[in-house]
């Protein structure tokens, strides 16, 4: 099922920090605008998170109900979350992290 969607970030913060990887992360930035269209096409184009594995921060501090992640090249993550609004589907960013920090986000 495709489902398109509008793509938001989740505070001015996550833009700000978006809009610094244009000229310090080139790569970073050009592979978040590829994962942003993919998304806006699909909402559903992700790996759904089970419920049960989405960390209490997210919950309390953005209260979300649904995570997914968005697996970008050299094993960096886009982590975002669905919300239907009206008849507008809307994709939030929360964040993006290397394989590392997600890793240790979700204790593997």
Not at 64 to 86: F, G, H, M, V
Request: aromatic share 14%; charged share 35%; glycine share 0%.
């Amino acid at each position: 099922m495709k489902l398109p969607s509008k793509v938001k970030f989740v505070n001015n913060k996550t833009l700000e920090a978006f809009e610094k990887t244009k000229t310090k992360e080139k790569r970073l930035y050009e592979w978040l605008l590829r994962a942003f269209k993919d998304i806006e096409e699909n909402a559903f184009c992700g790996i759904q998170i089970p419920k049960r594995l989405i960390p209490k921060e997210y919950i309390k501090k953005y209260e979300i109900t649904n995570l997914w992640k968005y697996n970008l090249p050299d094993a960096w993550r886009l982590l975002y979350s669905i919300e239907n609004q009206e008849i507008i589907v809307v994709s939030i960013v929360l964040e993006w992290m290397d394989h590392k920090d997600y890793e240790r986000k979700f204790n593997y």
